[in-house]
């Protein structure tokens, strides 16, 4: 419902711009461009992962693929070690699939049109505005997280964000306080500015509402109901598995002295698709055949401590066990399996609590 009946639609683009020119973000590696690739390559980054995080991952896998024809070139076993640990690993599958689509039929460029770069690979209609926005200084509108809950709260709007009348809504919002701002509006700082305001002011559980520039037109702020909006959805509890990872340490020889641990490469799609992980087991007694099939006797295998990882729709609790096997035992891998020396681990592509519990045992 929109309970705002009198939004400031003419000021509200205006005030959200000079508040970015004076206190937004201005020197983030990926500001200051039109480079539509490094503008595309922080958008998805950014997406459920916080900035402080992505800056490091983001210089890093530009200085290995500087360009669209650079990853597009590359295969998805080179481009997922510059992804790992960053997580919802289906953004780097698609990353590289919308690249090899802008080398093939976009003459490795991005398209200026907020409609078309949504149809590419990976990209929604809020990405895709940003990209153009930002790229080409389109007018076209965003709507992320940190968007919804600033627009909730300044023009009223109850309903859970994610059901489609409240999204049609927020969106349609959007779009005419686009249209009410003045021609010359300055549209990336604009974005910019939505983007900072949500994470900076309009946060989700301490509001600032004393340094928001939009203060005097707010209906939460007016009501008293910031903490009532965005309209909260019903919380479900998260499912929790647990399988146990096996860790299987072949002794040193004289080309890899530290020795090397066999891995296993996720399938695609899937939640660690591409990435190298520890083999996994359902039970105890799954784990005792591997041990077995690798003439290692179970009972020489050792518990370490177990690690709790969240998803965004289930935990999952590791059991970690390790075994060490002579460096005379030669096994061949299986399906999709390989023997990767220790020192390799740290350039491996490893999901985040393989990398830590892997970490415990060697200096990653």
């Not at 509200?12 to 000079?18: H, L, S």
């Not at 509890?237 to 066999?262: D, T, W």
Request: proline share 7%; charged share 20%; aromatic share 10%.
């Amino acid at each position: 419902m929109f309970l705002n009946q009198e939004p400031r639609l003419a000021e509200f683009a205006g005030a959200v711009v000079e508040w970015q020119k004076r206190h937004g973000r201005h020197h983030l590696p990926w500001q200051g461009t039109r480079d539509a690739y490094r503008i595309w390559l922080s958008e998805i980054m950014l997406q459920q992962t916080q900035v402080a995080t992505v800056v490091g991952y983001y210089e890093r896998f530009l200085s290995r693929f500087p360009d669209i024809p650079a990853l597009a070139r590359a295969s998805q076993d080179e481009v997922m070690p510059y992804w790992a640990g960053l997580g919802y690993y289906a953004r780097a599958r698609n990353l590289h699939r919308c690249a090899q689509e802008l080398a093939a039929h976009w003459d490795g460029r991005f398209p200026d049109t907020p409609e078309q770069i949504a149809t590419l690979p990976g990209i929604g209609r809020s990405t895709a505005a940003a990209i153009a926005a930002f790229a080409y200084g389109t007018r076209s509108p965003i709507m992320d997280g940190n968007v919804k809950r600033v627009f909730t709260r300044y023009f009223g709007i109850y309903g859970v964000s994610s059901q489609r009348a409240t999204e049609q809504l927020l969106w349609k919002t959007a779009e005419e306080a686009v249209q009410a701002a003045p021609a010359a509006l300055d549209m990336a700082a604009y974005t910019q500015g939505l983007m900072d305001l949500g994470s900076d002011c309009c946060t989700r559980g301490r509001p600032d509402c004393a340094r928001c520039p939009l203060q005097a037109g707010c209906y939460a702020y007016a009501h008293g109901v910031q903490h009532e909006l965005p309209t909260p959805k019903q919380k479900k509890a998260s499912p929790e598995r647990e399988c146990k990872m096996l860790i299987l340490h072949q002794e040193g020889s004289v080309l890899h002295q530290a020795g090397s641990i066999l891995l296993e490469q996720q399938l695609s799609p899937g939640i660690w698709g591409g990435l190298w992980s520890l083999p996994q087991y359902g039970d105890a007694s799954a784990l005792e055949v591997a041990c077995s099939n690798w003439g290692q006797p179970s009972n020489q295998a050792q518990k370490m401590a177990g690690l709790l990882h969240t998803f965004t729709h289930f935990k999952l609790h590791i059991e970690p066990w390790y075994v060490q096997c002579a460096a005379t035992v030669v096994a061949e891998p299986g399906p999709r399996q390989a023997w990767v020396p220790v020192e390799k681990l740290a350039s491996t592509a490893l999901p985040a609590p393989v990398r830590k519990i892997l970490g415990g045992l060697f200096d990653l």
